[in-house]
């Protein structure tokens, strides 16, 4: 039994082991699960942690960008709202009342908008930034003109102000008569706008008392009636392009109407409030609007309502945002505005400025039928064209000393070399009056550049009417050469020329003379010549497209002028400026009657018809004309001449080393008066006569001739020269001379000089009055012989002692030179009976050779410095 019992407790104990055995190991893996399931529980934990972190980090980046993106945004948005807002209501529309000033429309710019206040609003911080503490505020702009008719209610005096002010804006963002203000205001009779009172001068205001309601708004309805009518029938191009039609004067004002009244008094008459009605409907397309307070308008796509309330106002235009009032202008500034206003108006508009005659583009124009370009403006406002070409031909411009014609020429010039290029057109200017203004156009030392269209250009001419002549000749020569190649080409007109010569250079040629009586009166040879000239081109020149423009003080007392009627006949295009005489027909009294800075225009000879009236632009200012001087020079043919240039006041300079080249046996005097520069040569070949006496008693000039002489015959060889001195005076010139040529003999007599040489001898001669017998028989049989005198005597009276004495011919003197030696002194010298018409003047000569002249030539004596 114990045994027994001890097996169980074996048994039991056995079992009880193995049961504490499996218990211990289930708790083992109970253990580890309850570890493994804490670790995930970690993981997890941690897993949701980072997620949640980076779903922070992830949320705040793209808060930070939406916020970014949102300032960029707003901040783009706000300021293409300013920059619209500037340009909707630019200059007097939108500029605050302390700043504020009128302003000129640019031409064709349609009304914008009218500014009465500003818009607050609060700009978004920049990214972590706390907001701005203060808000931005933008133009509050309502429209009006060709936009909108008004319909202001609130309190009154806060709306009085607005009104003001829009009026103001608007006035002052049109020209001065596009805008016509009428008021009714039967409470203050006008009082509420008074400071726009001084418009009235000018017609730009009128107030309308308490009855004048209904005939004003008939009037109203009239004006839309006929606007309507006028489009209908063509005479404006459409509606409401009225504006962008024309750069000019609007052909139809605004008409702004403003209505003062009170609510509180009761609606109009019922025929008042149809006309009202009608108003309302039709009067924006044809500029008319309504500006009311206290008068509702009817309901219209085109009204705009405005409600004042405490200072702040809301307009349909700017929608729920509330508008900040602008302060009402001040009453001063209003009537300082209104006052400058009317007296621009009452004075005209500002002539049109030389910049409005040069073309958009230039150089487009052809010349062949004509040469048309504008020299100012009209009364409307239009630019006035003038023609020249088959007709009129010619033109004749008058007016008194300070009347406007250079400037006027400056303007037709500007306006033509704009137009017409240098293959189109070649200009000759000559001016007769002191002074230098046709210099402009050629190069200076200060300025290389010059007008490509000008050939010549003659300034300080006045003393020398031989330019004149010169000119003259050159057209002719000019006209002659057209005439033959329009016969080639079987041509009658410089139109058909160029087509049937298209590679031909015929640009027309238009030649102006100022001052041009200098050149025709007085009756000397210089003016039959110079009048036969004028002639010959004004008959054929029309036909060739050589065209003269001729500018005088006075041309009522040119007899050779008048006494021409064919002549002047020919110049159809008048121009007369204020006061000219005889420019335009007698019974055609325009120019006595036109203002300053203006011309009359008659392409009709003067008939009154014809007559048009100018306003001349400023056309003189030289920054002006070197800007486009420039801008044309710059755009000529690299390889163009620059124009000639006839200066009265320039001394042509000679020295050894610029000596004009001559043929053998030749010899320069001085320079020729001529469109192409040439020198005055004189041959001495061996035949009788071949000497040349300089006369008078201007030493410096004589010594001149003769060292200009010798110097060019020496530039051939083989030549021998003496050099004779027979006065002190000019032994040092002399001298320098004989330096100057190779191998020269200098001595105080001819008593030595042999009578004959196998190559040139020339006997250069100073002071010979007192040179004694031996010189006769130089002069008589030199030349034959290979020997020339080329002398100085300082009188003609000396010079006839040396030939032989009283009675004596002047065979011997082939050519002669005069100085200061009147001309009937000259006569038993000159071919003229009398002598030549001859008023000696400083560095001028008269210059004659029996093998080359009919009559005797001007010179310019070189200076020649030795
Ligand atoms: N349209 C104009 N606008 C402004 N100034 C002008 C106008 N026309 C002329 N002037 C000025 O008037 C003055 C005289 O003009 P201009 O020299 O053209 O007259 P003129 O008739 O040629 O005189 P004169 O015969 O004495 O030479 C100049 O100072 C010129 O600038």
Known sequence: MGSARTALAAVVRKEIATARGTARAVLAAAESARSEAERRRRMVRDAYATCLTQLADARDAARLDILRRYHHESATLSATVETLAAASAPGAAGASWPAWGPTEPKPGRRPGLLRIGMIAYDPPPPPGQPPAQRRALLPALIPLLDHAHLDLSGEQSTVDGVIAGLLLRTLGSTRPGDVRVTVYDPEHLGGTLAAFAPLGSADLLSFVGPGGLGPMLDDLVEQIRRINEQVLAGEYASLPDLTAATAGPRPEPWRVVVLLGDRASGDLPAAQRAQLDRVVRTGVACGVHVVARGVPLAAHPTVEHIVVRDGTASAETTGDL?????????????????????????????????????????????????????????????????????????????????????????????????????????LYLLDF????????????????????????????????????????????????????????????????????????????????????????????????????????????????????????????????????????????????????????????????????????????????????????PDAGDRTMWRHLQTALWEARDPGAEPPRLFDGDAVPVLSPQTLP???????????????????????????????????????????DVLAAAALTLATHGPARFTVVCADAAAADAAARLAAALPGAAFTDTVADVPAASDVPHYVVGYALDAA????????????????????????????????????????????????????????????????????????????????????????????VAL
């Open 661 to 703: 080249a001559v043929a053998p046996g030749e010899a320069a005097l001085g320079e020729r008066i001529a469109v192409d520069p040439a020198p005055a040569v004189v041959g001495l070949g061996r035949t009788p006569g071949r000497n040349l006496a300089v006369l008078g008693g201007r030493a410096a000039e004589a010594c």
């Open 322 to 426: 509330p508008i900040r009032l602008d302060p009402p202008p001040p009453a001063d500034r209003i009537s300082q505005f209104c006052r400058q206003t009317a007296e621009r108006l009452l004075a005209g508009p500002p002539p049109a400025s030389f910049a409005d005659l040069v073309p958009g583009k230039l150089w487009v124009e052809s010349s062949a039928h004509g040469l048309v370009a504008p020299v100012g403006d009209g009364p409307d406002g239009a630019l006035v064209d003038v023609p020249l070409g088959d007709d009129p031909p010619h033109a004749l411009i008058g007016g008194p000393s300070g009347s406007g014609k250079t400037n006027l020429v400056y303007a037709w010039l500007g306006a033509l070399a704009t137009r017409y290029d240098p293959g189109e057109l070649a």
């Open 772 to 863: 004694g017998p031996g010189l006769r028989p130089l002069l008589d049989d030199g030349p034959a012989a290979g020997v020339h005198v080329l002398g100085w005597w300082r009188s003609v009276g000396s010079l006839r002692e040396s030939v032989g004495g009283l009675g004596a011919r002047f065979d011997a003197i082939g050519s002669w030179v005069a100085l200061d030696v009147h001309g009937a002194d000259l006569a038993p010298l000159s071919p003229i009976p009398g002598g030549p018409a001859w008023y000696p003047r400083p560095r001028r000569a008269l210059w004659f050779d029996r093998t080359a002249h009919r009559v005797p030539e001007v010179i310019i004596p070189y200076e």
């Open 433 to 616: 009056k002191e002074g230098v203004s046709f210099a402009r156009f050629a190069p200076s030392p200060r300025d290389p550049s010059w007008l490509p269209q000008v050939r010549l250009a003659g300034v300080n001419v006045n003393g020398d009417r031989e330019f004149g002549i010169a000119l003259l000749r050159h057209l002719a020569g000019e006209l002659r050469r057209r005439a033959q190649a329009a016969k080639r080409h079987d041509a009658s007109k410089l139109a058909e020329l160029r087509a049937e010569d298209p590679g031909g250079h015929w640009p027309r040629i238009v030649a102006v003379i100022d001052e041009f009586q200098v050149l025709v009166s007085g009756r000397d040879a210089v003016a039959a010549e110079a009048v036969e000239l004028l002639e010959d081109l004004a008959r054929r020149g029309r036909s060739q497209g050589i065209h003269l423009v001729l500018a005088s003080q006075d041309v009522s007392g040119i007899e050779a002028l008048w006494g021409r009627s064919a002549l002047v006949a020919q110049f159809t295009l008048r121009i007369a400026l204020p006061k000219a005489r005889r420019i335009l027909a007698e019974t055609n009294l325009a120019a006595d009657v036109i203002p300053r800075h203006h011309a009359v225009v008659n392409t009709d000879s003067g008939v009154a018809t014809a007559n048009r009236v100018v306003r001349l």
